[in-house]
């Protein structure tokens, strides 16, 4: 788990806890390793809330484009 030392994270950095970071320039480099998680929601036009569309984490998805009905 790695840290960029270039500008400040988005939160506290903890060995062994995820941290989100607010630019990506050490993965370019490939300097620290990094797993990804992916949220989409989509609301439609008029509607008050939006709904999770599909996810991941790691190689796992979850919903999928049939979720939108």
């Known amino acids: 788990l790695?840290?960029?030392v270039e500008v400040a994270s988005g939160t506290e950095a903890v060995l062994g806890s995820p941290f989100r970071l607010l630019c990506i320039a050490?993965?370019?480099?490939?300097e620290?390793?990094?797993?990804a998680?992916?949220?989409w929601f989509f609301r439609?036009?008029?509607?008050?809330h939006?709904?999770?569309?599909?996810?991941s984490t790691g190689r796992h998805?979850?919903?999928g484009w049939g979720a939108l009905g």
């Open 37 to 39: 998680e992916s949220e």
């Open 61 to 63: 998805w979850e919903g």
């Open 50 to 55: 939006f709904q999770k569309v599909t996810g």
């Open 44 to 48: 439609p036009e008029g509607a008050p």
């Open 2 to 4: 790695g840290g960029c």
């Open 32 to 35: 620290t390793p990094a797993e």
């Open 26 to 30: 050490c993965k370019r480099r490939s």
